[in-house]
């Protein structure tokens, strides 16, 4: 199938991707000349496993091509996917539509033989109609359809999540829009994933109602951890111990600094405002942000205790900046508070990440960037692992204790044991775990 794919982002470009290697013909359109120029250059703008490597393959065998210009895309497209950015809107958390909207307007303008546009953007509940009056006002005489396809993919693992995915949700509200769907995703039937097909206002839903419940997981371990801190039981095995529990499962269950990224915090923001404005507010969630919030902005409080209640004057050596490993997306990372937060109470941060430095660099402004965990360490009075990059789970503890001017280790990924931590001669603390028996 011919496929335009209008935004060239995280989900825009795996999901081109993807489709071409399944071998649909695929155009990415972007309005980011340097991100295109790059693309064409071979070039990735962003740091995704296996990602370079397809992209490349399917360039060569002129399945994906990378263009600004989306009227030929488009027109020669029997299905036009928008994977454009839906951010919150400043001020009021709302998702800011209008990188939708105007796409929805290029689209009708290029589209004039009709087409099936797919939203995989994550849109609010009536998105999907607003396009498709958007569309009809332009075009009155045109044949399309407007479909809602939410993207579950994770950064780190998107190519993995995209080709073997847990569902693939399809809200559409004719029967030949679902069946060129079912063309679009029939590379995949091999794998047999289920495909939920819904009306389209319900599967806008889905993907809000599924960022929202994963969000409220991790928030719930998070309290729990606290509460373990408190009383002096161990979250790890709580975590453990109910999710051997099938209705539980055992996913999301990680104690840490508090979710970040590109998704969970605006989607969350979008979820509560859609529901406060239809009359049914979703308490949960509203307290999930005001919780998590709080514990982003709490961070730096713990790492200050450990460094004995202050880090006026002292170096805080602080492992991995992106919300999470195996991708350079600094949006909302825990990080961007903390690492503040340590500068505000006097505190001199060096800093080290496999992929994110470059994103980092304009967001951290006075913070000592070094190329390896070592260097960055090198001094310190302290070392507080953020973000759980494989790189950081066998450090060299004797050279890291070294490189410290003090052996003080905060773990906020609960990836080192406390009793090796102790036996190492570190003065260790981490999420929700009591301190090694001395
Ligand atoms: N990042 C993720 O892990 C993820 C996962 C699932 C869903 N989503 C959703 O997918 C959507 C895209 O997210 P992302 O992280 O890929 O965003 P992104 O910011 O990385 O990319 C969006 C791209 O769209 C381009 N763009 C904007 N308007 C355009 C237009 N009119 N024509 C052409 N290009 C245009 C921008 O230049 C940008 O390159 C969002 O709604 C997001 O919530 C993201």
């Known amino acids: 199938m011919r496929i335009a794919m ?13 489709f071409a290697d399944f071998g649909h013909e ?71 539509l209008s990188f939708v909207y105007d796409a929805a307007r290029e689209i009708a303008q ?40 939410p993207e579950f993919l994770r950064e780190g693992a998107a190519i993995t999540d995209f080709k073997r995915p847990d569902r693939i949700v399809i809200g559409a509200d004719d029967e030949q829009a679902r069946a060129i769907m079912r063309e679009v995703y029939r590379p995949l039937y091999l794998n047999a994933p289920p495909i939920l097909f819904t009306d389209r206002r319900t599967a806008e839903l889905i993907k809000y109602a599924a960022n929202a419940f994963l969000a409220t997981k991790i928030t719930f371990i998070n309290e729990i951890a606290d509460l373990c801190e408190a009383v002096g039981a161990d979250v790890q095995e709580v975590a453990r111990g109910i999710g051997l529990d099938n209705r539980i ?19 969350t923001l979008a979820l509560i405002k859609t529901a406060q404005e239809a009359d049914a507010p979703i308490n949960i969630v509203e307290t999930v942000i005001s919780v998590n ?5 709490a961070l730096a409080r713990r790492v200050i205790d450990a460094c004995g209640h202050s880090v006026e004057g002292k170096t805080v050596a602080v492992l991995g900046l992106t919300f999470k490993p195996n991708t350079d997306d600094m949006r909302e990372a825990p990080s961007l508070v903390l690492i503040p937060g340590l500068q ?22 006075g913070t000592r960037f070094f190329e390896t965990p070592y260097e ?9 692992i953020v973000t759980e990059w494989d790189a950081y789970r066998a450090l060299d503890l004797e050279r890291i204790k070294q490189s410290l001017k003090s052996p003080v280790v905060v773990d906020l990924r609960n ?19 009591p301190p090694a028996k001395s």
């Not at 060239?8 to 081109?16: D, F, I, R």
């Not at 994906?64 to 996917?81: H, I, K």
């Not at 087409?115 to 109609?129: A, E, L, M, N, Y």
């Open 249 to 267: 499962g055992s996913k999301f269950l990680h104690a840490g600094p508090g979710y970040g990224g590109s998704c969970f915090p605006k989607d």
């Open 344 to 365: 505000a109470s006097g505190a001199v941060v060096h800093a080290h990440d496999p992929q994110g430095m470059k994103h980092a660099k304009p967001m951290l402004p």
């Open 6 to 18: 209008i935004g060239t982002g995280y989900v825009g470009l795996v999901s081109g991707a993807c």
């Open 110 to 149: 290029a589209a004039d033989g009709g087409c099936v546009i797919v939203t995989k953007s994550t849109v609010p509940v009536g998105t999907g109609d607003e396009i498709e009056n958007i569309v009809r006002a332009a075009r009155p005489a045109a044949k399309f359809s407007v479909v809602s396809n």
């Open 415 to 433: 990836i080192y044991r406390p009793e090796e931590m102790a036996d190492k001669g570190f003065r260790y603390t981490s999420i929700g775990r």
């Open 26 to 96: 695929v155009a990415c359109v972007d309005k980011d000349h340097a991100k295109i120029a790059a693309l064409r250059a071979g070039q990735m703008p962003i740091f995704e496993p296996g990602l370079d490597e397809m992209v490349a393959r399917n360039v060569r065998e002129r399945r994906l091509s990378f263009s600004t210009d989306l009227p030929p895309a488009v027109r020669n497209a029997e299905v036009v996917f928008v994977a454009v950015g839906t951010p919150a809107r400043r001020g009021d958390g709302h998702a800011d």
């Open 376 to 384: 960055a360490a090198e001094g310190a009075d302290a070392l507080v």
């Open 293 to 297: 919030d709080a514990r982003k902005k």
